[in-house]
């Protein structure tokens, strides 16, 4: 079965840090570009971060650089975000995603083939 599987999600006071992990399964998850996705109700999902199967190079969304790093395994087949410093407006479901196109570029403007369904992150002032 093709899939996407989130978890990592919960409730922290700003400031902390969480980790979220993505396992994916059915597919050849070497040769897929990984990301995070985030949306908050009545917003659009917005890009996070991803790294591209090609070459390892990643990219992140201006609010998260610096706080927000992927980590991929292929061995293990998950991509894990790491999610430090963590702000009220970071909170959101986060969504992981999988897209076989070698470009970062790809994927960030919402090319993607296979979603997570999703896992809530709630951080409290």
């Known amino acids: 079965q093709v899939q996407l599987l989130d978890s990592g999600g919960g409730l922290v006071q700003a400031g902390g840090s969480l980790r979220l992990s993505c396992v994916a399964s059915?597919?050849?998850?070497?040769?897929?570009?990984m990301a995070w996705f985030r949306q908050t109700p009545g917003k659009e999902r917005e890009f996070v971060a991803a790294?591209?199967?090609?070459?390892?190079?990643?990219d992140y969304t201006g609010a998260v650089k610096g706080r927000f790093t992927l980590f991929r395994d292929n061995a293990k087949n998950t991509v894990d975000l790491q999610m430090n410093s963590l702000k009220p407006e970071d909170s959101a479901v986060y969504y992981c995603?999988?897209?076989?196109?070698?470009?970062?570029?790809?994927?960030?403007?919402?090319?993607?083939?296979?979603w997570g369904q999703g896992t809530l992150v709630t951080v409290s002032s």
């Open positions: 790294i591209s199967w090609f070459n390892g190079n990643t």
């Open positions: 059915g597919f050849t998850f070497s040769t897929y570009t």
């Open positions: 995603a999988a897209d076989r196109s070698p470009f970062i570029a790809t994927i960030e403007l919402g090319n993607v083939e296979l």
